[in-house]
């Protein structure tokens, strides 16, 4: 008889974002008059830059003709045009990456899941709580220990390590969803440190680094001295330019992570990684590809920029009217969420349905993040500068004093 | 310290066509004037169709205005117009798929490996040998306990079932990857009949029905009473609309398809699926689910059906060439594929390189999809007639006695 993975049973129902769609699905059902502002899921709402569509275009017009049709990419680890791309864009803030140590991918989502497979299940993986639950649910698929940093108000809902506690796998997330804290440099080399102490290997999602503004902030775990030894990097143009729904990212794993097998020998982790892929994984879209490749040229840069300025000018209108209202949070500057401490002690499903039934705006609750995010709340900085300005309005006559 | 999947340890070094592309870089380094001919690679020659390309244009242009814009699908199941198309396919030959029992993804590769994730690593997985190595290495990576069901010149290249033989999951492809064989609706009922006895689930790839033009042969193992028990079945538009890629595919797992837990609960194995999908993938683009949509339009199926009549063209090219030479075969009419018996007792490398030094036609040595593939060798259909047509001759002229 099959037997299912078990461990399935022991998760969550449903992935946070799809009981959300269900919780406005049903209020929308009740309530079909009213409008609702969406700061939930982390969904980018403005389109994709016109040089990022004409590539698509003339990629796809290539696909149509017999001399430039292009069908499996021969390594399925992206092609040289786009690769070659993301290692510029490393570089145009300081930090070298070779192409070379570059895949990429259909979003870094399905990578941060899909990476657990070349670890053995006998690891301690460290997560910062709250956190985005992929880390925690695809390992909780694969019945690994998973142990937690606690991210919380005292320390600005940015773990720091703790050498009492053992771990072989490590989640960081900086600019952090949900909480829009970020690392400085010396914040993050002390998790790099902490890494190599541990012989453990980073798993580091900066799907949010071009949030940063600050030039002292790393945009990169690769800023840091050390971590081209033990870090593995996962980006995405999700955020970056506007690609949620065109589906394209890269992780980075420098040949220069070595992981030492029972039997003595070294593995480099990128080849366990290409192998993985190899037999599960068959490469991007190549319209999609020319689509991101062209996010990276000077124009791509300047039309997806603008969009960040936008999404940055919404979070100041958001962090404005918290702190007029005198409600604690973190993030706004250098990242699109903001994540407050619930009002009059409610937890975040409260809050959530408070905000709903009062003012229609749908924000995410802290308590969907972990135990550390029970009584916060998230809200994002990717609705229209319309929507932000009507919410926060709503925001101050509900929960003024 | 960081522990590997030590499995991956025993796993072949390298992908099989990844070798190959090996092999060939070096051939062509040392040979940089012959022109190779590839029938190697299951890979496609002609563009994507017209309607195709307009679908994907049409939908890069509406990601480029606002009020079109698409970010994350809500369910990442795929959008209701393409599982509705995907659907109505089914219908035209006369299986019933409810669109809800349908996920997209991008190529039926991934959905391949990655469906191991929902089962124990207890369970007994039979594989028909020779077999897509996918097949294998997804299992190994997992360290599945893997039994074979050999295919072989005896029964024609399609194993059948045995009930000495215990498993929980079988993989079956009908028409066979690499062997060209499909399997009789007689045939697939006693793989389902033997599924349903032994509580075990079938993984059926239907990647290249398409191909077949004989009525009466099952072009979808839900043709088959029971299947709707204990069937999933993958397919993909790799080969059927030219997207190898483009990339999008789709996974039927019926409602009706339910495991037993160890605690005794009931689950619906697509739920499960559903939960792993969520977690660990984020849809596939819109533009190519655009384009998708457009390959089950009329428009759409007449002009992808002119290139499968092409490449079926090919096929029966190079089976009268093999007829004329004497050469044993399976598969070719209602497949892309053809499978050969190496001459003079050669096996499937050994002719891979006898054929690239001494006429450059690259082909796949039998001995990469196992066991029973040795001595054995696959063509593929989808070169352009030009191509196959110089490759027959240059057979004919090496091979004939």
Redesign the interface.
Known sequence: ??????N??K?K???LF?DI?KRLKAYKAENPDKELIRMG?G????????V??DA??KA??E????ET???????GAGYDFLRNAVSGYYKSFGVNVSPDDIRIN??A??D???IV???????TVLITDPAY??YV??NA??GRKIVFANSNEANGFAAMPDYNVHA??IYLCSPNNPTGSVYTKTQLKEWVDYALK????IIFDSAYEAFISDPKLPRSIYAVEGAEKCAVEMCSLSKTA?F????CGYTVIPSTLV?????G?E?K?AD?WG??Q???????????QR?AEAVFSPEGQKQTREAIAYYKGNAKIMAETLDELGIKYTGGINSPYIWLKCPDGMNGWDFFDYLLKEIQVVGTPGDGFGPNGVGWFRLTAFGSRENTVEAMRRFKELLKK
């Open positions: 008889m099959v037997k299912i993975n078990e399935f049973l998760l129902k449903n992935y799809i769609a899921i969904d980018v709402t403005l389109p994709l830059a016109p990022v569509v698509m275009k796809a017009d696909m149509g003709v017999k049709f292009r069908g499996y990419e021969d390594s259909d979003g989502k399905a941060c899941g899909n497979d070349i670890f053995g299940d006998g690891n639950p992929v649910d695809s698929m694969s072989d796998i541990n012989e453990a290997v506007g949620t729904g065109t589906r992981v030492t097998a029972s039997d020998s593995v982790l366990l192998r993985r190899g037999s599960k994984f068959n490469g991007v879209s190549y319209p999609v689509a």
